[in-house]
Antibody, heavy 120, light 107 residues
Framework: QITLKESGPTLVKPTQTLTLTCAFS??????????VGWIRQPPGKALEWLAL???????RYRPSLESRLAITKDTSKNQVVLTMTNLDPVDTATYYC????????????WGQGTLVTVSS | DIQMTQSPSTLYASVGDRVTITCRAS??????LAWYQQEPGKAPKLLIY???SLESGVSSRFSGRASGTEFTLTISSLQPDDFATYYC?????????FGQGTKVEFK
């Protein structure tokens, strides 16, 4: 069974850097075709796809945020880390990580999400 | 980026109603279109993937179809658990994009 769980700070100050960790089980990021991505959702607003990293270290980013994002993987710990720099209150959102299998008919399997508030 | 235009933003309906939500893509995404249901405070739940495939465990009152770049999610007979927000998502090319959501509310 695939499970993912996000963790990180719940409150971050503007201009600071956010580091979120996705801990997963039920699959390995060393397996061909496997990827883990991030999606966020500001309170009361729509979902926004952010980034994804594949087993071969191929990385994809949302173009409008690419300069502020970095996604990395630690296969020994079964974790994926998303870093976002220069936070602003508009980055307040629930951040979800998700499993993706390249070429699969289904888009992804989601984690439960973690709420991050950006405020001074 | 592929834009996903979802309508309506709010839909007022009653239990037993047949409801349809529409999502239009700015260019071809077929067949890589999914529909999600989201309840407050919860992660989105996959209902339909690859335009019309029903996710395991999801009621058959949910169905999806496409006509060109226009996609529809239909709930054949609205049930109390169906009052929620629905999103479409294209996963044909990066960045993956979502519709703005449709909130289904009691009439």
């Amino acid at each position: 069974q695939i499970t993912l769980k996000e963790s990180g700070p719940t409150l971050v100050k503007p201009t600071q850097t956010l580091t979120l960790t996705c801990a997963f089980s039920g699959f390995s990021l060393t397996t061909s075709g496997v990827g883990v991505g991030w999606i966020r959702q500001p309170p009361g607003k729509a979902l926004e796809w952010l980034a994804l990293i594949y087993w071969d270290d191929d990385k994809r980013y949302r173009p409008s945020l690419e300069s502020r994002l970095a996604i990395t993987k630690d296969t020994s710990k079964n974790q994926v880390v998303l870093t976002m720099t220069n936070l602003d209150p508009v980055d307040t959102a629930t951040y979800y990580c998700a499993h993706r299998l390249l070429g699969a008919d289904k888009p992804m399997v989601w984690g439960q999400g973690t709420l991050v508030t950006v405020s001074s | 980026d592929i834009q996903m235009t979802q309508s309506p933003s709010t839909l007022y309906a009653s239990v037993g109603d047949r409801v349809t939500i529409t999502c239009r893509a700015s260019r071809s995404v077929s067949p890589w279109l999914a529909w999600y249901q989201q309840e407050p405070g919860k992660a989105p739940k996959l209902l339909i993937y690859k335009t019309s495939s029903l996710e395991s465990g999801v009621s058959s009152r949910f169905s999806g179809r496409a006509s060109g770049t226009e996609f529809t999610l239909t709930i054949s007979s609205l049930q109390p658990d169906d009052f929620a927000t629905y999103y479409c998502q294209q996963y044909t090319s990066y960045p993956w994009t979502f519709g703005q959501g449709t909130k289904v509310e009691f009439k």
